[in-house]
Every structure is written in C-alpha cells, then in structure tokens.
C-alpha cells in the first residue's frame, strides 16, 4: 500500500511568524522536517501543503514536491485533507511542521499498526512523562488510553488527576505527540465533519474524533520531540543541531 507525507505548512503564526523558513543550520526548518520524512522506510512520497508563495519556493528550491491549497483552512488537517485528495497513496501521514529533529524511525512506528490492521483508521503516539512541569504545562497536551492502546480522552490539563504528589502517581502520565496515519478515506471523512463541543473547549481537534465515536490507536515510544513553537525553542533547536 501506498503511503504518503504531507507536512501543512503555513506563514503566519502567534509565536513565531514566518516559522516554516527559520533558518536552522543553514537551512529552513520545513527542509529539515522534509528530510527527516524522506528517511522514513515506509513512506512512499512526501509534500508540503502550503497556501504561502514563499514557503513553495523555498520547497522546489531544494527539490522538494509541494501543494497549494486553500488559505482559507482554519487546520493543518483540512490542508492535507485537501492536497491529499488527489493522491493514490491508501494512507496518509500528518507531520508537523515544527520538529526539525523528528526522528525518522517515529513515522515508521505510528504507520506500522495501519498496516498491520485494516481495521483501524487513525493512529497516533505518546511517551511517557517524566517532569512535573511538562505534566502541568497546557501547551504538552495529555492522553490516556485503554487496555488495548485506544485513547479515551486528551487534554491540556493534568491527566490523569490525582491528590497524591506528580512522584506519587499510581498511573503513569503520557504526552501525545502530534503525529498521525490515517487511512485516506478516514481522513476525507473527517475534514469535513463540524468542529465539536469538547473539541472546541480544549483546542484539540483530536477530540473530534472521539465525540463522534472513531477510535484512535495510541502507540507509546520513549522519544520525546523537541517542538519549536517560539524564538526560544528555536535557538534551543539551533543550539542542539550545532552540537
């Protein structure tokens, strides 16, 4: 079967304007992200969706394949859903942006399932969190999950709650990492459904997912990717690719 990265890349951004061509050792950060992809061994073909001139060139100028969409998507999966609509690939892989260091062999883990399974439609990862501050941070979104890997639920806040102290926890908590495979159809599917109470109140469009009644594989990993969503994460990043 067929799979397919795209990597929803847009200008603008809260905390980082322009973050996709933020130079990372000589090169922009979206070419780092592609480069990661493509190392991938089950990854088939890789794009960047993009609505901005600036990141397409900066896609073709080192070789990359890239898809104009709609500027008017309010999410990275509507962009995808839209470039990947004309593709043959039977899966599709959602890479984010904004982790230059992702480590290759995390895409392949999260494919595996999906096609070890035809019965599963969305999967997805977490790992394990080790410092309190990380569990309290709104910004490192939780999930916890069934006795077979299946999500039940994600949030910003402390998940799962509990009175005893983070050292005292009874349960482990987990991180999600913002990675998903899903199956093509899967996907078409679920761009276009309506946004979602639960959904909406956590900022978390996974939860659509789930309040409409899908199932979401949850594979663990102990990697732990380094985001970069402001200037400080980014001279961190650089600080990292420099050593």
């Not at 890479?95 to 995390?106: A, F």
């Not at 159809?185 to 469009?205: I, N, Q, V």
């Amino acid at each position: 079967m067929i799979v397919a990265a795209f990597i929803p890349a847009r200008y603008g951004s809260t905390r980082l304007n322009g973050k996709p061509l933020a130079d990372i050792g000589g090169k922009p950060m979206i070419q780092w992200v592609y480069e990661r992809a493509k190392e991938s061994r089950l990854v088939s073909e890789v794009t960047v969706a993009t609505d901005d001139a600036r990141i397409a060139e900066a896609v073709k100028s080192f070789g990359g394949k890239v898809a104009m969409t709609s500027p008017l998507h309010k999410s990275g999966t509507d962009r995808i859903a839209e470039a990947a609509s004309g593709t043959a690939a039977g899966i599709i892989v959602n890479l984010q942006g904004d982790e230059p260091l992702l480590e290759p062999g995390l895409i392949d883990l999260a494919i595996r399932p999906m096609l070890d399974d035809p019965s599963l439609s969305l999967c997805t990862l977490k790992t394990r969190i080790t410092e309190e501050e990380e569990y309290h941070n709104p910004n490192a979104v939780k999930v916890v999950t069934d006795k077979d890997g299946f999500a039940l639920y994600f949030s910003r806040s402390p998940l799962p709650y509990s009175k005893a102290s983070f050292k005292e926890l009874s349960t482990p908590p987990y991180k999600h990492i913002g990675l998903y495979v899903y199956r093509k159809d899967f996907l078409l599917k679920f761009s276009g459904l309506r946004p979602t109470p639960l959904e909406e109140a956590e900022s978390l469009e996974q939860l659509r997912a789930l309040e409409n009644g899908f199932r979401i594989k949850v594979v663990e990993t102990g990697y732990n990717p380094v985001s970069v969503d402001t200037p400080e994460d980014l001279e961190r990043v650089r600080s990292i690719i420099r050593k």
